[in-house]
């Protein structure tokens, strides 16, 4: 199993960008997937994850109302779609899986990570 994050990129303030995890190796189908991100110097964070089968997604709170998570099972892909970014949104961004069809806000649940895609908000 193999994710690939992309997407990320430099954008003014008040911005906006969609975030792309696409996998190979075994479909999205059945699995939660979370998108997480780290900041120079900070923990890796929660940031959003979705599970299937009509699981309510999660967002971490300072995101709620900005992004938005959703899959695209026919494409094999789960988008971060972001807008109203903020500096404080610059981090690495990571989607991850595990493999059962819950989500979780708990990074160690997940099994399979990308390498990650940078966001870079400027002020």
């Known amino acids: 199993v193999q994710l690939q994050a992309s997407g990320g990129g430099l954008v003014q303030a008040g911005g906006s960008l969609t975030l792309s995890c696409s996998a190979s190796g075994r479909t999205f189908s059945s699995d939660a997937v979370a998108w997480f991100r780290q900041a120079p110097g900070k923990e890796r964070e929660f940031v959003a994850a979705r599970g299937w089968r009509g699981n309510t997604p999660l967002y971490e709170d300072s995101v709620k109302g900005r992004f938005t998570i959703s899959g695209d099972a026919a494409k094999n892909t789960v988008n971060l779609q972001m807008s109203g970014l903020k500096p404080e949104d610059t981090a690495i961004y990571y989607c991850?899986?595990?493999?059962?069809?819950?989500?979780?806000?708990?990074?160690?649940?997940?099994?399979?990570w990308g390498q990650g895609t940078l966001v870079t908000v400027s002020s």
């Open positions: 991850a899986r595990r493999r059962t069809s819950v989500a979780t806000r708990n990074r160690y649940d997940y099994h399979y």
